[in-house]
């Protein structure tokens, strides 16, 4: 079955770093675009960064920047690499995969920025 697996979130200053990955397993990583979500308290789910099989990457206006995704095909992984962490990048952090037109999710990674 599909599998999704956030790690790598916690605790870190405004202007700080972080990088999350996701670890997959049960579908063809290399043939599906890759996405990574966050959902903050009160507010809905919204779009961070996505990844195509071919490796083009979009990004939503609040993150363009300061944040990159990448994918590594040989070990089924996506990452999101986050810099100059502000306070409303606060959230859960999801990775998400379409697939014949069913959305997967992972469990989630909650990223605090706060001094």
């Known amino acids: 079955q599909v599998q999704l697996v956030e790690s790598g979130g916690g605790l870190v200053q405004p202007g700080g770093s972080l990088r999350l990955s996701c670890a997959t397993s049960?579908?063809?990583?290399?043939?599906?675009?890759m996405d990574w979500y966050r959902q903050a308290p009160g507010k809905q789910r919204e779009l961070v960064a996505s990844?195509?099989?071919?490796?083009?990457?979009t990004y939503g206006d609040s993150v363009k920047g300061r944040f990159t995704i990448s994918r590594d095909n040989a070990v089924n992984m996506v990452y999101l690499q986050m810099n100059s962490l502000k306070p409303e990048d606060t959230a859960v952090y999801y990775c998400k995969v379409r697939i014949w037109g069913d959305d997967y999710w992972g469990q989630g990674a909650q990223v605090t920025v706060s001094s």
């Open positions: 990844i195509s099989r071919t490796g083009s990457t």
């Open positions: 049960g579908f063809i990583f290399s043939g599906n675009t």
